[in-house]
């Protein structure tokens, strides 16, 4: 504690200062540790709190000034297919990104249809539904029991409509039919299965699940998205 009543707030600060001094030069190391530890692990657990908070500030800011030039979900990942983070580097490093552009992954949705961890889905379902309405979301994978629940009510583009020609007729034996808007009938969703993250590490025969991409109809980056899907499916 300050003590010093009726001295200037510097003058405490400098009592206080040589009175800790004075303590600490007649102890050993490991004493002056604990005594530090001790009486000032508050104050160090405030100093570090604070560090984070402005650490976090401050990549906000950051990543706020850059462009988007991809968004996308995987959801229900039980295999560790879809790691966000590597998949991000890897593709940023395919397109060569500029340093004002990124890539956004998030592979840490989990939606459940059977009632288990039902405010953990009901968050993720709506950050989904929250990120297509807002037109940020470009794609979702998911698992085919989770496709089907939202091919039912969501919007899905026509892939023969967003693909480029040739890599819709690369990708047609992996295409899955479904609806349009309007409820024509059209391609709806991409069979991952053969992609570089599950044949291509040889999990095709592992994973007893199927994933399946689909695409909100009002994707943003439908450039970019067609370079990934080509990328997913390169040899």
């Known amino acids: 504690m300050?003590?010093?009543?009726?001295?200037?707030?510097?003058?405490?600060?400098?009592?206080?200062?040589?009175?800790?001094?004075?303590?600490?030069?007649?102890m050993t190391f490991g004493g002056k540790v604990g005594?530090?530890?001790?009486?000032?692990?508050?104050?160090?657990?405030?100093?570090?709190?604070?560090?984070?908070?402005?650490?976090?500030?401050g990549d906000a800011v950051?990543?706020?000034?850059?462009?988007t030039v991809l968004e996308g979900f995987f959801t229900n990942d039980?295999?560790?297919l879809f790691p966000a983070g590597e998949l991000e580097r890897d593709f940023a490093a395919t397109l060569g990104l500029e340093k004002g552009?990124?890539?956004?992954?998030?592979?840490?949705?989990?939606?459940?249809?059977?009632?288990?961890?039902?405010?953990?889905?009901?968050?993720?379902?709506?950050?989904?539904?929250?990120?297509?309405?807002?037109?940020?979301?470009?794609?979702?994978?998911?698992?085919?029991?989770?496709y089907a629940y939202y091919a039912e009510d969501v919007p899905m583009a026509d892939l023969e409509q967003v693909l480029t020609p040739a890599l819709f007729a690369a990708l047609?034996?992996?295409?899955?039919?479904?609806?349009?808007?309007?409820?024509?009938?059209?391609?709806?969703?991409?069979d991952m299965t053969q992609s570089r993250y599950v044949a291509g590490r040889g999990m095709d025969e592992a994973v007893k699940e199927r994933y399946?991409?689909?695409?909100?109809?009002?994707?943003?980056?439908?450039e970019t998205l067609n370079q990934y899907l080509g990328?997913?499916?390169?040899?």
């Not at 950051?62 to 462009?67: R, W």
């Not at 399946?212 to 439908?222: G, K, S, V």
Request: charged share 20%.
């Open 62 to 67: 950051v990543q706020a000034h850059k462009e």
């Open 78 to 80: 039980d295999y560790n």
């Open 101 to 146: 552009q990124r890539i956004i992954f998030d592979d840490s949705l989990y939606i459940g249809l059977d009632g288990i961890a039902r405010e953990y889905s009901a968050a993720s379902n709506g950050k989904i539904i929250a990120y297509m309405a807002t037109q940020e979301l470009d794609f979702v994978v998911t698992t085919e029991t989770v």
């Open 172 to 190: 047609e034996d992996h295409l899955i039919l479904g609806t349009d808007p309007d409820g024509k009938a059209c391609f709806i969703g991409v």
């Open 212 to 222: 399946i991409m689909f695409i909100p109809y009002n994707a943003p980056h439908i």
């Open 35 to 57: 005594y530090i530890f001790t009486y000032y692990w508050k104050w160090m657990l405030l100093v570090l709190v604070a560090l984070m908070f402005c650490g976090y500030v």
């Open 2 to 26: 300050i003590g010093g009543y009726g001295l200037a707030f510097r003058q405490k600060v400098k009592l206080w200062r040589d009175t800790e001094s004075a303590k600490l030069r007649t």
């Open 231 to 235: 990328y997913c499916f390169a040899n």
